[in-house]
Structure formats: structure tokens, C-alpha cells
């Protein structure tokens, strides 16, 4: 699989050279838990309740993405950019030392969330209902943890080669196994939600098998060498990491923090009904942010190299692409969901009345879909291109300051109930991205327009 060169060629073919298989890789990356999702909720008479059990494992599943992709973003970037600069021995010493947080992250993790999965559980909203069906799932899918942050940690490290397809590939392997166990555990070893777990776990770990075998073979230009670091190389690098790996993490925390206060608001004014409708939601949400996350990953690395080799005029065209492209693709969602909102939610459940209630809140979380695009436009700019600071604000502005707000506050407003959990999301959608991508335009662009740019040979 060859190459690709990001210092050279068409902008928009790089992209979607890079893009394309990323996106591909964060569909069948999805796949590992909305096919669960899809199974669990037709399981025979417990469907809805098992979906809502499912449901509270998300924060909790998040935080554990979260720490993973603290160690890949922030590292791959790096990683890019140094090798835009020619720095190999940098950049080789990004992929070692983000490994070695993932390992250390992986086990402490583990141990903390088996301990005290109970507990976690309850706090972020479950009955005693719902705990029958989310405690079996998570204290499982918690065993697993340490190849599922190796799978999600290094696959970037890949792309930022020049690898996407590889990068797809190992996730492939991973996603068409855990489709094949699924109906087998759940259905035929008749383990339910459980038997969903066990095809996750067993999953990942095929799939960081083959993330760690090519890191590890000699066609990785920067190759995994266990205990190759010396101290002060590991906590340089720890540092540069974390601070810039600092954005997404945040994002992803108070993502979980969202979660956890709506379960806890919908459980409220609405009860476990509203709590699966939430499930729905937000699994509908993760299926169509698949494409602008691959979109988003696979152009990172294309910013982060031409920002490292100061290729100014590249990167500025690259960032146009990335929002044009962003912004085609989310209007297309939003008016697909304002259509046919049935058909997304029959993915999950069937039950008419679970449908009937869906549809105005499906329809009104994404009523301002298309700003989302800037949001990430924005967003990935600043992280490609190593503005640490601003990734991290903009990272708490729109969840922090905006949703949870917001979330506590609309469902007493007007008598909106559990229906104003849900329209949260659009306004920050709204407020947030314009802001974002505002920001980032007046900020960025001064900066690259008057940067000496180097001759490409």
C-alpha cells in the first residue's frame, strides 16, 4: 500500500486520499458498539431496557476513548509535524512514549473502573432496572481496555505515515469479527447483553494485534521500540503530548459529562423511557459524525506535515477543503433527518411508541447540524496546528459553557420537560461552531499570511 506524500500534489486528492480510508475506519469503528446497540435492542422482551442499560455504559466508555485519544491526537500531530520538519528520531520518540502512556493509562483504568463500576454507574443515572443490564456489560467490556485504547491510541500514528489504508485495514479486521460474534453470543450462547461485550473485547484485541504488528514491522517509517526512551526523552515528550492532546481529551470528557447530566435530567422529567430514547439519539449522532471524524482525521496529519515544513499556502488551502467539505456534508444530514427520522431510529428499536417519541427529539438534536462543520473546522485546526490553547478552550466553550447550562436549565423553561434535554444541542451547535471557526480565521490566517514561506523542490 503506498504512501502518501503530504508536502506534494493536489490538496483535495490528499485529502481524500487520507480522508477516505479514515472514514472508513471510523464507520467500522463504530461499528463495534452501535451493531451491539442494534442487536441488544431486539433481544426478545427486554429490548428497550437492556438499550437503556447500554446507554448509561457511554460516559463511562468515553472517558476510557477519551484517555486513548489524549495520547493519539496529541502525539500523531506531533508526530506529523516533525516529520514535516525531517526530525525522525522526534518523531519516533512521539509513537514510543504515547505507548507507553497508553499501557500505563490502560491499567489503571481497569483496575479503578472494575472496582468501582457499580458505583460509577449509579451516579451517572441508572435504576435498579437498568443496573441489571449495564453492570454485566461494562464490567466485561472493562477487561477489554487495554487493547481498545492500543487499537484507538496507535491507529493514528498510522495515518500520520501516510497509512490510512493500512490504518483501515486494522480496524477492519477488528470491526467484521465483532459483527460475525455478535448474533453468536448474544443470540445462539443465548449470554445477551453479556455475550455483546464478549464480542467487543474479543474484537479489540484482534484489532491492536494488528495495529502493534505494523508499528512494529520495517514498513513503519517511525517503528515501536519497547523501552527504547530515556527518562527525560519519555517526560519531554509526555509533556508536548498531553498539552496538545489536551483539546480532544477535554472534548471527549465533557461529552461524558453531558451524557451523564441528561441521563440524570431525562431520568428525572422523563424516566428509563426517555433515558432509550437518548440511547437512539445518540447512537444515530455517532453513525453520522463518523464521516466528518474521518474527514477531520484524515486531514490533520495533511495540516500538522505542511504547517512543519512551511508550506503556508498549503495549509491555508487545505483548511478551505476541510470546511467545504464539512459543511456539504453536514446540510445534507440535517435535511435527511428532518425527512426520514423514522428510518434512522428503526435501526435500534421498532416499538411504535419508542418511535413516536424519538422522531421530535431526533429531529430537534440536530436541528443545527451544519454548524457543527465550522465547529470542527475550527477545532482540528488548532489541533493540527498545534494551538493548544484555543483547541482546549473551544474544546469546554460549546459543552461546558453552553450545554450544560442549558440542559439544566430548558427543561423548566416553558414546561419543555425532557424534549428541552435535547434541544441543547442545537444552540450550542449554533453558538459554539460560529465562534470557533470565527476565531480561528482571524487568528490563524494573520499568522500564515505573514510567515516566510519555504520553496517546495
Known amino acids: 500500500m503506498k504512501q502518501i506524500d503530504y508536502g506534494t500534489g493536489s490538496i483535495s486528492k490528499n485529502i481524500m486520499r487520507a480522508a477516505g480510508p479514515m472514514i472508513a475506519a471510523q464507520v467500522l469503528s463504530l461499528l463495534y458498539n452501535v451493531v451491539d446497540r442494534m442487536y441488544i435492542g431486539r433481544i426478545e ?17 468515553s ?3 477519551a484517555f486513548a485519544n489524549l495520547y493519539a491526537s496529541g502525539g500523531a500531530s506531533l508526530c506529523a509535524i516533525e516529520s514535516g520538519r525531517k526530525n525522525h528520531q522526534k518523531a519516533e520518540n512521539y509513537i514510543n512514549t504515547s505507548f507507553a502512556l497508553i499501557v500505563i493509562t490502560a491499567i489503571l483504568l481497569s483496575v479503578f473502573g472494575f472496582v468501582f463500576c457499580e458505583k460509577i454507574l449509579y451516579a451517572f443515572g441508572a435504576s435498579q432496572t437498568t443496573i441489571l443490564y449495564a453492570l454485566p456489560y461494562m464490567q466485561i467490556y472493562i477487561i477489554g481496555t487495554l487493547f481498545s485504547m492500543i487499537s484507538l491510541g496507535l491507529n493514528p500514528f498510522i495515518n500520520a505515515q501516510g497509512y490510512p489504508t493500512i490504518g483501515m485495514v486494522t480496524i477492519l479486521i477488528g470491526a467484521i469479527l465483532n459483527i460475525v460474534l455478535d448474533p453468536i453470543f448474544i443470540f445462539s450462547f443465548h449470554l445477551g447483553i453479556q455475550g455483546a461485550a464478549i464480542a467487543s473485547v474479543l474484537a479489540q484485541i484482534v484489532s491492536a494485534i494488528f495495529v502493534l504488528r505494523f508499528l512494529t514491522s520495517k514498513k513503519a517509517e517511525y517503528r515501536l521500540r519497547f523501552f527504547s526512551l530515556g527518562v527525560a526523552e519519555f517526560w519531554d515528550c509526555t509533556k508536548n503530548i498531553v498539552s496538545l492532546g489536551m483539546a480532544g481529551f477535554v472534548m471527549q470528557c465533557t461529552n461524558s459529562l453531558v451524557q451523564i447530566i441528561s441521563n440524570n435530567v431525562l431520568n428525572q422529567y422523563g424516566g428509563d423511557l426517555y433515558i432509550s430514547i437518548m440511547t437512539i439519539v445518540n447512537s444515530v449522532r455517532q453513525i453520522l459524525d463518523t464521516i466528518i471524524f474521518g474527514l477531520a482525521d484524515g486531514t490533520s496529519p495533511i495540516l500538522s506535515y505542511n504547517y512543519g515544513a512551511r508550506y503556508y499556502k498549503r495549509v491555508k488551502k487545505t483548511i478551505w477543503a476541510l470546511t467545504a467539505i464539512a459543511c456539504l456534508y453536514t446540510s445534507v444530514v440535517w435535511i435527511l433527518i428532518l425527512a426520514f427520522p423514522a428510518l434512522f431510529i428503526q435501526l435500534f428499536n421498532q416499538e ?8 421530535p427529539a431526533l429531529r430537534l438534536y ?3 447540524f451544519f454548524f457543527q462543520a465550522l465547529q470542527y473546522a475550527g477545532q482540528t485546526t488548532f489541533k493540527a496546528l498545534n494551538k493548544r490553547n484555543q483547541a482546549i478552550f473551544f474544546s469546554l466553550f460549546r459543552k461546558v459553557i453552553i450545554v450544560i447550562p442549558l440542559t439544566l436549565w430548558l427543561p423548566n423553561l416553558f414546561n419543555m420537560g425532557a424534549i428541552g434535554v435535547f434541544a441543547a444541542e442545537p444552540i450550542s451547535n449554533f453558538v459554539g461552531g460560529s465562534i470557533c471557526f470565527i476565531t480561528m480565521l482571524v487568528t490563524v490566517f494573520p499568522e500564515l499570511n505573514q510567515a516566510n514561506e519555504y520553496e517546495k523542490f
Open 366 to 368: 440536530f436541528f443545527a
Open 63 to 65: 472517558l476510557i476513548n
Open 352 to 359: 411504535p411508541q419508542l418511535i413516536e417519541l424519538c422522531i
Open 45 to 61: 422482551g427486554v429490548g428497550m431496557q437492556a438499550l437503556a442499560g447500554v446507554g448509561l455504559c457511554f460516559p463511562l466508555i
